[in-house]
Protein backbone atom coordinates (compact mmCIF):
# COMPACT_ATOMS: atom_id res chain seq x y z
CA UNK A 1 0.00 0.00 0.00
CA UNK A 2 1.56 3.95 -1.12
CA UNK A 3 1.61 6.16 1.21
CA UNK A 4 1.09 8.40 -1.78
CA UNK A 5 -2.55 7.56 -3.18
CA UNK A 6 -3.75 7.79 -6.79
CA UNK A 7 -6.38 6.62 -8.70
CA UNK A 8 -5.35 3.27 -10.49
CA UNK A 9 -6.76 4.73 -14.25
CA UNK A 10 -8.29 7.47 -15.69
CA UNK A 11 -8.59 8.05 -19.41
CA UNK A 12 -10.10 10.21 -21.99
CA UNK A 13 -10.65 10.92 -25.35
CA UNK A 14 -7.63 12.83 -28.08
CA UNK A 15 -7.68 16.90 -27.09
CA UNK A 16 -9.77 16.35 -23.91
CA UNK A 17 -8.60 17.61 -20.48
CA UNK A 18 -7.51 14.70 -17.34
CA UNK A 19 -6.68 15.45 -14.11
CA UNK A 20 -4.90 12.92 -11.58
CA UNK A 21 -4.89 13.26 -8.10
CA UNK A 22 -2.50 12.17 -5.66
CA UNK A 23 -3.02 12.49 -1.86
CA UNK A 24 -0.94 12.16 0.93
CA UNK A 25 -1.25 13.02 4.70
CA UNK A 26 0.19 15.79 7.54
CA UNK A 27 3.62 13.80 7.49
CA UNK A 28 4.06 13.91 3.23
CA UNK A 29 2.75 16.81 0.83
CA UNK A 30 0.73 18.01 3.82
CA UNK A 31 3.73 19.09 5.53
CA UNK A 32 5.10 21.01 2.48
CA UNK A 33 6.91 18.51 0.87
CA UNK A 34 7.29 19.44 -2.93
CA UNK A 35 5.63 17.03 -5.31
CA UNK A 36 6.94 15.45 -8.46
CA UNK A 37 5.29 13.52 -11.34
CA UNK A 38 7.02 11.33 -13.63
CA UNK A 39 5.37 9.15 -16.75
CA UNK A 40 6.62 5.71 -17.71
CA UNK A 41 5.71 4.26 -21.54
CA UNK A 42 5.44 1.22 -22.01
CA UNK A 43 8.64 -0.46 -21.63
CA UNK A 44 10.50 2.38 -20.21
CA UNK A 45 12.40 4.47 -17.70
CA UNK A 46 10.13 6.99 -16.15
CA UNK A 47 10.58 9.92 -17.09
CA UNK A 48 10.41 13.67 -15.05
CA UNK A 49 7.31 15.68 -15.75
CA UNK A 50 6.97 18.13 -13.05
CA UNK A 51 8.93 19.08 -10.43
CA UNK A 52 8.39 21.59 -6.76
CA UNK A 53 4.69 20.93 -7.68
CA UNK A 54 4.43 22.51 -10.67
CA UNK A 55 7.84 23.48 -12.39
CA UNK A 56 8.67 21.60 -16.15
CA UNK A 57 11.94 20.61 -16.37
CA UNK A 58 13.20 21.86 -20.45
CA UNK A 59 11.95 19.55 -22.60
CA UNK A 60 8.04 19.24 -21.31
CA UNK A 61 5.39 20.72 -22.88
CA UNK A 62 3.19 23.40 -21.19
CA UNK A 63 0.32 20.83 -21.63
CA UNK A 64 1.33 19.17 -18.62
CA UNK A 65 1.01 21.25 -15.10
CA UNK A 66 1.12 20.04 -11.62
CA UNK A 67 -0.71 21.73 -8.32
CA UNK A 68 -0.83 21.21 -5.04
CA UNK A 69 -3.15 22.10 -2.04
CA UNK A 70 -3.59 21.11 1.20
CA UNK A 71 -2.39 17.42 1.78
CA UNK A 72 -2.85 16.74 -2.24
CA UNK A 73 -1.51 17.35 -5.56
CA UNK A 74 -2.37 17.17 -8.83
CA UNK A 75 -1.43 16.43 -12.42
CA UNK A 76 -3.48 17.98 -15.26
CA UNK A 77 -2.81 17.25 -18.67
CA UNK A 78 -4.83 19.34 -22.00
CA UNK A 79 -4.98 18.23 -25.03
CA UNK A 80 -4.77 14.88 -24.90
CA UNK A 81 -2.59 12.68 -27.06
CA UNK A 82 -2.30 9.37 -28.11
CA UNK A 83 1.11 9.42 -27.67
CA UNK A 84 0.12 10.61 -23.86
CA UNK A 85 -1.40 6.74 -22.73
CA UNK A 86 1.19 5.47 -19.98
CA UNK A 87 1.13 5.40 -16.72
CA UNK A 88 2.10 8.37 -14.46
CA UNK A 89 3.47 8.77 -10.93
CA UNK A 90 4.12 11.29 -7.98
CA UNK A 91 6.48 11.45 -5.62
CA UNK A 92 7.05 13.55 -1.95
CA UNK A 93 8.81 12.64 0.83
CA UNK A 94 7.47 11.60 3.85
CA UNK A 95 8.77 11.99 7.33
CA UNK A 96 7.24 9.08 9.49
CA UNK A 97 9.88 6.76 10.85
CA UNK A 98 13.23 8.17 9.83
CA UNK A 99 11.62 9.83 6.62
CA UNK A 100 11.76 8.58 3.03
CA UNK A 101 11.20 9.43 -0.36
CA UNK A 102 7.66 8.11 -1.09
CA UNK A 103 5.95 7.15 -4.82
CA UNK A 104 2.35 7.00 -4.99
CA UNK A 105 0.95 3.75 -6.63
CA UNK A 106 0.30 4.60 -10.19
CA UNK A 107 -2.59 5.70 -12.38
CA UNK A 108 -2.73 4.21 -16.15
CA UNK A 109 -3.75 6.46 -18.29
CA UNK A 110 -6.01 5.41 -21.06
CA UNK A 111 -6.37 7.81 -24.46
CA UNK A 112 -9.58 6.32 -25.95
CA UNK B 1 23.50 14.96 -22.19
CA UNK B 2 24.35 12.95 -19.04
CA UNK B 3 23.30 9.26 -19.39
CA UNK B 4 23.25 6.56 -16.59
CA UNK B 5 24.08 2.87 -17.47
CA UNK B 6 23.44 0.05 -14.75
CA UNK B 7 25.71 -3.02 -15.41
CA UNK B 8 25.78 -6.34 -13.03
CA UNK B 9 24.35 -9.54 -12.20
CA UNK B 10 21.10 -10.56 -13.56
CA UNK B 11 20.50 -13.26 -11.47
CA UNK B 12 20.85 -13.83 -8.02
CA UNK B 13 20.42 -16.50 -5.46
CA UNK B 14 18.24 -16.23 -2.52
CA UNK B 15 20.29 -15.28 0.65
CA UNK B 16 22.86 -13.95 -1.11
CA UNK B 17 24.14 -10.07 -2.23
CA UNK B 18 23.12 -8.03 -5.13
CA UNK B 19 25.29 -5.89 -6.35
CA UNK B 20 25.01 -2.98 -9.14
CA UNK B 21 26.89 -0.69 -10.49
CA UNK B 22 26.01 2.39 -12.51
CA UNK B 23 28.16 4.73 -14.99
CA UNK B 24 27.66 7.92 -15.58
CA UNK B 25 28.55 9.79 -18.40
CA UNK B 26 28.52 13.60 -20.16
CA UNK B 27 28.69 14.72 -16.54
CA UNK B 28 30.81 14.26 -12.94
CA UNK B 29 29.40 12.71 -10.40
CA UNK B 30 31.44 14.98 -8.19
CA UNK B 31 30.44 17.74 -9.23
CA UNK B 32 27.91 19.54 -6.43
CA UNK B 33 24.38 19.27 -5.43
CA UNK B 34 23.26 16.21 -6.72
CA UNK B 35 22.24 12.71 -4.84
CA UNK B 36 23.01 9.86 -7.20
CA UNK B 37 20.68 6.92 -6.02
CA UNK B 38 18.49 3.86 -6.80
CA UNK B 39 14.75 3.01 -7.56
CA UNK B 40 13.44 -0.40 -8.20
CA UNK B 41 10.29 -1.47 -10.07
CA UNK B 42 8.94 -5.28 -9.05
CA UNK B 43 7.45 -6.44 -12.12
CA UNK B 44 3.92 -4.95 -12.98
CA UNK B 45 3.97 -2.95 -9.84
CA UNK B 46 4.98 0.67 -9.04
CA UNK B 47 8.38 2.47 -7.98
CA UNK B 48 10.01 2.15 -4.66
CA UNK B 49 12.86 4.59 -3.58
CA UNK B 50 15.78 2.43 -2.53
CA UNK B 51 18.26 5.08 -1.14
CA UNK B 52 20.77 7.85 -2.33
CA UNK B 53 24.16 9.06 -1.69
CA UNK B 54 24.74 13.32 -1.77
CA UNK B 55 28.06 14.19 -3.51
CA UNK B 56 29.41 14.89 0.29
CA UNK B 57 29.25 11.15 0.61
CA UNK B 58 26.23 11.51 3.22
CA UNK B 59 23.62 8.61 2.38
CA UNK B 60 19.79 8.06 3.12
CA UNK B 61 18.25 4.63 2.70
CA UNK B 62 14.73 3.62 3.01
CA UNK B 63 14.16 2.47 6.36
CA UNK B 64 12.51 -1.04 6.13
CA UNK B 65 15.99 -1.37 3.86
CA UNK B 66 18.25 0.31 5.57
CA UNK B 67 19.44 -2.39 7.26
CA UNK B 68 20.55 -4.20 4.26
CA UNK B 69 21.73 -1.74 1.64
CA UNK B 70 24.69 0.03 1.47
CA UNK B 71 25.39 2.91 -1.68
CA UNK B 72 28.62 4.17 -2.25
CA UNK B 73 30.64 6.24 -5.18
CA UNK B 74 33.84 5.84 -6.58
CA UNK B 75 34.55 9.18 -8.19
CA UNK B 76 37.50 8.69 -9.85
CA UNK B 77 35.61 5.58 -12.25
CA UNK B 78 32.45 7.91 -12.31
CA UNK B 79 30.45 5.56 -10.72
CA UNK B 80 28.35 4.42 -8.17
CA UNK B 81 27.02 1.00 -6.61
CA UNK B 82 24.24 -0.55 -4.87
CA UNK B 83 24.62 -3.51 -2.34
CA UNK B 84 21.90 -5.70 -1.19
CA UNK B 85 22.41 -8.25 1.34
CA UNK B 86 20.24 -11.42 2.03
CA UNK B 87 17.78 -11.01 -0.92
CA UNK B 88 14.66 -12.77 -1.25
CA UNK B 89 12.03 -13.44 -4.42
CA UNK B 90 10.67 -10.23 -2.69
CA UNK B 91 13.79 -8.32 -4.38
CA UNK B 92 13.34 -9.59 -7.78
CA UNK B 93 12.91 -6.15 -9.90
CA UNK B 94 14.26 -3.62 -12.48
CA UNK B 95 16.91 -1.53 -10.79
CA UNK B 96 17.01 2.23 -12.09
CA UNK B 97 19.83 4.24 -11.37
CA UNK B 98 18.99 8.29 -11.02
CA UNK B 99 20.44 11.75 -10.41
CA UNK B 100 18.42 13.42 -7.86
CA UNK B 101 18.19 17.27 -7.31
CA UNK B 102 16.60 19.27 -4.48
CA UNK B 103 13.62 21.03 -4.14
CA UNK B 104 11.59 21.52 -0.83
CA UNK B 105 13.22 19.07 1.38
CA UNK B 106 12.20 16.27 -1.36
CA UNK B 107 14.34 15.04 -4.05
CA UNK B 108 13.52 14.88 -7.90
CA UNK B 109 14.92 12.51 -9.92
CA UNK B 110 15.59 14.19 -13.37
CA UNK B 111 18.17 11.42 -14.95
CA UNK B 112 17.51 7.55 -15.24
CA UNK B 113 19.38 4.52 -16.52
CA UNK B 114 17.72 1.86 -18.38
CA UNK B 115 17.08 -0.27 -15.99
CA UNK B 116 18.44 -3.47 -15.50
CA UNK B 117 15.83 -7.06 -14.11
CA UNK B 118 17.41 -8.58 -11.30
CA UNK B 119 15.49 -11.93 -10.13
CA UNK B 120 16.69 -13.48 -7.23
CA UNK B 121 16.01 -17.07 -7.47
CA UNK B 122 17.72 -20.42 -6.86
Known amino acids: QSVLTQPPSVSGAPGQRVTISCTGS?????????VQWYQQLPGAAPKLLIYGNSNRPSGIPDRFSGSKSGTSASLAITGLQVEDEADYYCQSYDSRLSGSEVFGGGTKLTVL | QLQLQESGPRLVKPSETLSLTCTVS??????????WGWIRQPPGKGLEWIGSIYSSGNTYYRPSLQSRVTISVDTSKNKFSLKMTYVTAADTAVYYCVRGGVVIATTYFDFWGQGTLVTVSS
Open chain 2, 26 to 35: GGSISSGGYY
Open chain 1, 26 to 34: SSSIGAGYD
